[in-house]
Protein backbone atom coordinates (compact mmCIF):
# COMPACT_ATOMS: atom_id res chain seq x y z
CA UNK A 1 0.00 0.00 0.00
CA UNK A 2 1.43 3.56 -0.67
CA UNK A 3 0.84 6.43 1.24
CA UNK A 4 -1.82 7.95 -0.92
CA UNK A 5 -3.63 5.21 -0.74
CA UNK A 6 -3.47 4.64 3.04
CA UNK A 7 -4.43 8.66 3.32
CA UNK A 8 -7.34 7.86 0.73
CA UNK A 9 -8.59 5.03 2.85
CA UNK A 10 -8.32 6.90 6.20
CA UNK A 11 -10.61 9.90 4.43
CA UNK A 12 -13.23 7.02 3.45
CA UNK A 13 -13.19 5.41 7.06
CA UNK A 14 -14.13 9.11 8.49
CA UNK A 15 -16.83 9.42 6.05
CA UNK A 16 -17.96 5.33 6.13
CA UNK A 17 -20.22 5.35 3.01
CA UNK A 18 -21.80 9.08 3.72
CA UNK A 19 -20.76 10.37 0.71
CA UNK A 20 -19.26 9.29 -2.77
CA UNK A 21 -15.36 8.42 -3.13
CA UNK A 22 -15.05 11.10 -5.57
CA UNK A 23 -15.78 13.75 -2.38
CA UNK A 24 -13.04 12.72 -1.21
CA UNK A 25 -10.74 13.12 -4.35
CA UNK A 26 -12.22 16.67 -3.78
CA UNK A 27 -11.04 17.05 -0.09
CA UNK A 28 -7.56 16.08 -1.36
CA UNK A 29 -7.28 18.49 -4.02
CA UNK A 30 -8.66 21.50 -2.20
CA UNK A 31 -12.12 22.28 -4.03
CA UNK A 32 -13.28 25.36 -2.38
CA UNK A 33 -16.82 24.56 -3.08
CA UNK A 34 -19.96 24.58 0.09
CA UNK A 35 -20.56 20.70 -0.01
CA UNK A 36 -16.52 19.85 0.19
CA UNK A 37 -16.29 23.05 3.14
CA UNK A 38 -18.75 21.31 4.56
CA UNK A 39 -17.94 18.08 3.91
CA UNK A 40 -14.52 18.53 5.88
CA UNK A 41 -15.44 20.05 8.77
CA UNK A 42 -18.33 17.80 9.11
CA UNK A 43 -16.36 14.37 8.85
CA UNK A 44 -13.11 16.33 10.85
CA UNK A 45 -11.34 15.87 8.09
CA UNK A 46 -10.04 19.68 7.45
CA UNK A 47 -6.47 17.95 8.32
CA UNK A 48 -5.73 16.77 4.46
CA UNK A 49 -8.37 19.48 2.75
CA UNK A 50 -5.63 21.14 -0.13
CA UNK A 51 -3.17 18.13 1.11
CA UNK A 52 -2.52 16.77 -2.28
CA UNK A 53 -3.29 18.94 -5.20
CA UNK A 54 -1.05 17.22 -7.68
CA UNK A 55 -3.69 14.30 -8.19
CA UNK A 56 -5.41 14.26 -11.08
CA UNK A 57 -9.36 12.04 -11.59
CA UNK A 58 -8.17 9.43 -13.52
CA UNK A 59 -5.50 8.61 -11.36
CA UNK A 60 -7.59 8.76 -8.14
CA UNK A 61 -10.47 6.27 -10.00
CA UNK A 62 -7.40 3.84 -10.92
CA UNK A 63 -6.35 3.82 -7.32
CA UNK A 64 -10.13 3.38 -6.19
CA UNK A 65 -10.24 0.56 -8.69
CA UNK A 66 -7.45 -1.03 -6.95
CA UNK A 67 -8.78 -0.70 -3.54
CA UNK A 68 -11.56 -2.06 -3.98
CA UNK A 69 -9.85 -4.98 -6.23
CA UNK A 70 -7.39 -6.02 -3.68
CA UNK A 71 -10.63 -6.02 -1.06
CA UNK A 72 -9.84 -2.86 0.93
CA UNK A 73 -13.07 -1.18 0.53
CA UNK A 74 -16.41 -2.45 -0.78
CA UNK A 75 -19.48 -0.35 -2.46
CA UNK A 76 -22.17 0.19 -0.17
CA UNK A 77 -24.07 2.24 -3.08
CA UNK A 78 -23.54 3.53 -6.43
CA UNK A 79 -19.99 5.19 -5.59
CA UNK A 80 -20.08 5.29 -2.50
CA UNK A 81 -17.50 2.81 -0.55
CA UNK A 82 -17.04 1.63 2.99
CA UNK A 83 -13.48 -0.04 4.14
CA UNK A 84 -13.73 -3.66 4.67
CA UNK A 85 -12.44 -5.70 7.32
CA UNK A 86 -8.76 -6.26 5.80
CA UNK A 87 -9.34 -2.89 4.72
CA UNK A 88 -9.21 -1.21 7.61
CA UNK A 89 -6.29 -4.10 9.53
CA UNK A 90 -3.76 -2.95 6.94
CA UNK A 91 -4.61 1.03 7.51
CA UNK A 92 -3.98 0.37 11.13
CA UNK A 93 -1.14 -1.77 10.61
CA UNK A 94 0.40 0.89 7.79
CA UNK A 95 0.01 3.75 10.05
CA UNK A 96 2.07 1.80 12.89
CA UNK A 97 4.83 1.42 10.52
CA UNK A 98 4.86 5.19 9.39
CA UNK A 99 4.28 8.09 10.74
CA UNK A 100 0.47 9.87 10.56
CA UNK A 101 1.03 13.54 9.44
CA UNK A 102 -0.58 14.39 12.81
CA UNK A 103 0.40 18.33 11.87
CA UNK A 104 -1.67 18.64 8.75
CA UNK A 105 -4.17 21.60 8.65
CA UNK A 106 -4.26 21.89 4.80
CA UNK A 107 -8.06 24.03 5.60
CA UNK A 108 -5.78 26.87 7.38
CA UNK A 109 -2.35 26.58 5.91
CA UNK A 110 -3.13 25.01 2.33
CA UNK A 111 -2.64 28.01 0.31
CA UNK A 112 0.37 29.59 2.55
CA UNK A 113 2.68 26.39 2.74
CA UNK A 114 4.29 26.74 -0.74
CA UNK A 115 4.52 30.53 -0.56
CA UNK A 116 6.52 29.43 3.25
CA UNK A 117 8.67 26.69 1.71
CA UNK A 118 9.51 29.17 -1.40
CA UNK A 119 10.55 32.05 0.87
CA UNK A 120 12.41 30.64 3.80
CA UNK A 121 14.55 28.01 0.72
CA UNK A 122 15.32 31.27 -1.70
CA UNK A 123 16.60 33.49 2.06
CA UNK A 124 18.75 30.68 2.65
CA UNK A 125 20.05 30.34 -0.31
CA UNK A 126 20.08 34.67 -0.38
CA UNK A 127 21.82 34.39 3.18
CA UNK A 128 23.98 32.05 2.49
CA UNK A 129 26.12 33.59 -0.72
CA UNK A 130 25.83 37.18 1.52
CA UNK A 131 27.59 35.62 4.07
CA UNK A 132 30.35 34.41 1.54
CA UNK A 133 30.16 38.00 -0.70
CA UNK A 134 28.90 35.93 -3.76
CA UNK A 135 26.58 37.78 -5.85
CA UNK A 136 26.55 35.36 -8.82
CA UNK A 137 24.13 32.86 -8.37
CA UNK A 138 20.89 31.55 -9.85
CA UNK A 139 17.95 31.49 -7.39
CA UNK A 140 16.56 28.30 -6.44
CA UNK A 141 12.98 29.77 -7.20
CA UNK A 142 12.32 31.59 -10.02
CA UNK A 143 8.38 32.98 -8.94
CA UNK A 144 8.98 36.65 -9.56
CA UNK A 145 6.49 37.53 -6.55
CA UNK A 146 8.74 35.75 -4.58
CA UNK A 147 11.76 37.38 -5.48
CA UNK A 148 10.36 40.78 -5.11
CA UNK A 149 9.04 39.52 -1.00
CA UNK A 150 12.64 38.87 -0.29
CA UNK A 151 14.14 41.91 -1.78
CA UNK A 152 11.68 43.97 0.55
CA UNK A 153 12.14 42.19 3.43
CA UNK A 154 15.91 42.21 2.66
CA UNK A 155 15.90 45.64 2.45
CA UNK A 156 13.90 46.44 5.86
CA UNK A 157 15.13 43.23 7.85
CA UNK A 158 13.02 42.50 11.73
CA UNK A 159 17.03 42.43 12.69
CA UNK A 160 20.77 43.74 11.22
CA UNK A 161 21.18 42.14 8.05
CA UNK A 162 24.96 40.68 9.35
CA UNK A 163 22.83 39.05 11.49
CA UNK A 164 20.15 37.55 9.57
CA UNK A 165 21.93 34.62 8.73
CA UNK A 166 22.98 33.26 12.72
CA UNK A 167 19.03 34.63 13.63
CA UNK A 168 17.81 32.21 10.79
CA UNK A 169 19.90 29.01 11.63
CA UNK A 170 19.41 29.18 15.53
CA UNK A 171 15.71 29.72 15.14
CA UNK A 172 15.18 26.66 12.96
CA UNK A 173 17.53 24.71 14.85
CA UNK A 174 15.57 25.64 17.74
CA UNK A 175 12.16 24.65 16.20
CA UNK A 176 13.76 20.97 14.96
CA UNK A 177 14.80 20.14 18.21
CA UNK A 178 11.74 20.46 20.05
CA UNK A 179 10.28 17.30 21.40
CA UNK A 180 7.20 17.63 19.22
CA UNK A 181 8.80 17.88 16.34
CA UNK A 182 6.88 15.32 13.96
CA UNK A 183 9.74 13.56 11.85
CA UNK A 184 12.94 13.94 11.06
CA UNK A 185 14.27 17.11 10.79
CA UNK A 186 16.55 16.00 7.75
CA UNK A 187 13.22 16.10 5.62
CA UNK A 188 13.68 19.61 5.32
CA UNK A 189 17.20 20.29 5.42
CA UNK A 190 18.01 18.27 2.35
CA UNK A 191 16.06 20.72 0.44
CA UNK A 192 17.54 23.70 1.42
CA UNK A 193 20.03 25.29 -1.13
CA UNK A 194 23.32 27.20 0.41
CA UNK A 195 26.44 28.17 -0.50
CA UNK A 196 28.12 25.33 -3.03
CA UNK A 197 25.37 22.34 -1.60
CA UNK A 198 22.09 22.54 -4.20
CA UNK A 199 19.14 20.90 -2.20
CA UNK A 200 17.13 17.83 -3.71
CA UNK A 201 14.33 17.68 -5.70
CA UNK A 202 11.22 16.02 -3.98
CA UNK A 203 11.84 12.69 -6.13
CA UNK A 204 15.40 13.28 -5.00
CA UNK A 205 14.67 13.38 -1.57
CA UNK A 206 12.37 10.70 -1.51
CA UNK A 207 15.20 8.20 -3.33
CA UNK A 208 17.77 9.36 -0.56
CA UNK A 209 15.51 8.23 2.18
CA UNK A 210 14.11 5.34 0.59
CA UNK A 211 10.41 6.19 0.40
CA UNK A 212 7.87 6.79 -2.22
CA UNK A 213 7.28 10.21 -3.49
CA UNK A 214 3.87 10.67 -1.84
CA UNK A 215 4.97 9.47 1.42
CA UNK A 216 8.03 12.12 1.15
CA UNK A 217 5.63 14.45 0.19
CA UNK A 218 2.97 13.86 3.21
CA UNK A 219 5.84 14.12 5.79
CA UNK A 220 7.18 17.51 3.72
CA UNK A 221 4.01 18.88 4.21
CA UNK A 222 3.05 17.68 7.57
CA UNK A 223 6.74 19.49 8.87
CA UNK A 224 5.95 22.58 7.24
CA UNK A 225 2.78 22.74 8.72
CA UNK A 226 3.79 22.09 12.21
CA UNK A 227 6.76 24.83 11.60
CA UNK A 228 3.48 27.29 10.65
CA UNK A 229 1.49 26.28 13.68
CA UNK A 230 4.76 26.73 16.17
CA UNK A 231 5.94 29.91 15.17
CA UNK A 232 2.38 31.35 15.39
CA UNK A 233 1.69 30.20 18.79
CA UNK A 234 4.90 30.89 19.88
CA UNK A 235 6.19 34.10 17.79
CA UNK A 236 8.18 35.41 20.72
CA UNK A 237 10.43 32.28 20.44
CA UNK A 238 10.71 32.47 16.76
CA UNK A 239 10.53 36.57 15.93
CA UNK A 240 12.34 35.74 12.42
CA UNK A 241 10.58 32.85 11.38
CA UNK A 242 7.25 34.95 12.68
CA UNK A 243 8.22 38.03 10.58
CA UNK A 244 8.41 35.56 7.54
CA UNK A 245 5.04 34.04 7.83
CA UNK A 246 3.30 37.34 10.02
CA UNK A 247 0.90 37.41 6.32
CA UNK A 248 0.31 34.12 5.71
CA UNK A 249 -1.22 32.86 8.56
CA UNK A 250 -5.34 33.91 8.66
CA UNK A 251 -7.05 33.65 11.30
CA UNK A 252 -10.27 32.22 9.74
CA UNK A 253 -10.05 30.61 5.99
CA UNK A 254 -12.75 32.09 3.97
CA UNK A 255 -13.30 31.66 0.07
CA UNK A 256 -12.91 35.43 -1.33
CA UNK A 257 -16.57 35.38 -2.40
CA UNK A 258 -17.71 34.42 1.12
CA UNK A 259 -14.95 36.81 2.84
CA UNK A 260 -17.56 39.81 0.63
CA UNK A 261 -20.37 38.27 1.96
CA UNK A 262 -19.19 38.43 5.60
CA UNK A 263 -18.94 42.06 5.04
CA UNK A 264 -22.60 42.70 3.88
CA UNK A 265 -23.81 40.76 7.35
CA UNK A 266 -21.55 43.03 9.40
CA UNK A 267 -23.03 45.85 8.23
CA UNK A 268 -27.10 44.42 9.20
CA UNK A 269 -27.80 43.02 5.74
CA UNK A 270 -29.94 40.48 4.68
CA UNK A 271 -29.89 36.92 2.72
CA UNK A 272 -31.85 38.68 0.24
CA UNK A 273 -30.59 41.93 0.31
CA UNK A 274 -26.68 40.54 0.12
CA UNK A 275 -28.46 38.65 -2.95
CA UNK A 276 -29.57 41.62 -4.56
CA UNK A 277 -26.53 43.72 -3.97
CA UNK A 278 -23.57 40.93 -5.20
CA UNK A 279 -26.29 39.70 -7.78
CA UNK A 280 -25.98 36.35 -6.52
CA UNK A 281 -28.83 33.63 -5.94
CA UNK A 282 -29.34 33.43 -2.42
CA UNK A 283 -28.84 30.05 -1.64
CA UNK A 284 -25.33 30.96 -2.72
CA UNK A 285 -25.33 33.61 0.03
CA UNK A 286 -26.62 30.55 2.53
CA UNK A 287 -23.58 28.40 1.51
CA UNK A 288 -21.57 31.36 2.40
CA UNK A 289 -22.88 31.69 6.06
CA UNK A 290 -22.53 28.43 5.93
CA UNK A 291 -18.99 28.17 5.36
CA UNK A 292 -18.72 31.04 7.91
CA UNK A 293 -20.08 29.43 10.62
CA UNK A 294 -17.56 26.53 9.92
CA UNK A 295 -14.84 28.73 10.38
CA UNK A 296 -15.80 31.82 12.68
CA UNK A 297 -16.12 30.26 16.50
CA UNK A 298 -18.04 33.49 16.95
CA UNK A 299 -20.61 33.96 14.31
CA UNK A 300 -23.99 33.53 15.69
CA UNK A 301 -26.48 31.44 13.73
CA UNK A 302 -29.45 32.47 15.93
CA UNK A 303 -30.47 35.62 13.31
CA UNK A 304 -30.81 32.26 10.60
CA UNK A 305 -32.16 29.75 13.04
CA UNK A 306 -34.06 29.99 16.63
CA UNK A 307 -32.76 28.61 19.74
CA UNK A 308 -35.42 25.85 20.08
CA UNK A 309 -35.24 25.05 16.98
CA UNK A 310 -31.91 24.71 16.83
CA UNK A 311 -31.94 22.30 19.90
CA UNK A 312 -34.93 20.36 17.80
CA UNK A 313 -31.81 19.89 14.69
CA UNK A 314 -29.37 19.10 17.50
CA UNK A 315 -31.82 16.29 19.57
CA UNK A 316 -33.04 14.74 15.67
CA UNK A 317 -29.54 14.51 14.73
CA UNK A 318 -28.62 12.68 17.69
CA UNK A 319 -31.62 10.15 16.87
CA UNK A 320 -30.70 9.92 13.11
CA UNK A 321 -27.34 9.84 10.82
CA UNK A 322 -25.96 13.03 12.30
CA UNK A 323 -24.42 13.90 8.57
CA UNK A 324 -27.88 13.11 6.09
CA UNK A 325 -29.67 15.62 5.75
CA UNK A 326 -32.85 14.48 4.65
CA UNK A 327 -33.79 12.43 7.73
CA UNK A 328 -33.56 15.37 9.48
CA UNK A 329 -35.53 17.46 7.27
CA UNK A 330 -38.15 14.63 7.23
CA UNK A 331 -38.51 14.73 10.74
CA UNK A 332 -38.86 18.54 11.21
CA UNK A 333 -39.90 19.93 7.74
CA UNK A 334 -40.70 23.31 8.89
CA UNK A 335 -37.24 23.76 8.73
CA UNK A 336 -35.38 24.94 5.53
CA UNK A 337 -32.54 22.41 4.57
CA UNK A 338 -30.45 25.99 4.66
CA UNK A 339 -31.02 26.11 8.96
CA UNK A 340 -29.97 22.18 9.22
CA UNK A 341 -27.27 22.53 7.20
CA UNK A 342 -26.02 25.78 9.28
CA UNK A 343 -27.36 24.33 12.76
CA UNK A 344 -25.19 21.29 11.88
CA UNK A 345 -22.10 23.20 10.51
CA UNK A 346 -22.01 25.49 13.96
CA UNK A 347 -22.61 21.93 16.37
CA UNK A 348 -22.03 18.82 14.20
CA UNK A 349 -18.81 18.39 15.74
CA UNK A 350 -20.25 18.49 19.50
CA UNK A 351 -22.83 15.47 18.30
Not at 36 to 52: K, N, R
Not at 126 to 144: C, F, G, N, T
Amino acid sequence: MTYIEAVVLYCLKKINGERTIFSVYHLLKGKRSSQTIQDAHLYSLTSMFYSFPIMDRIGFEKMAAKLHENNLISESEPEKFILTQEGRSQLNEFFRERPFPESLNGWLYGSSVEHLWKRISLLVQVLSHYIRDEQKYYPIQRDREVQKWIKRFLYNPPIPLKDLNHHLFSELVSLMKNETFPDNAELLICRLTGGEYIGLTRGQAADNYRMSEDEYWFRFLNVLHYLIKEVSEQKTEYPLLYSIIVDLVPEISLTQSSEETYKLLKRGFGIERIAEIRRLKESTVEDHIVEIALNDSQFSIEGFVPIEEINQIIQKAKEVNKRKLKPIKEALPQLSYFQIRLTLARYGDRL
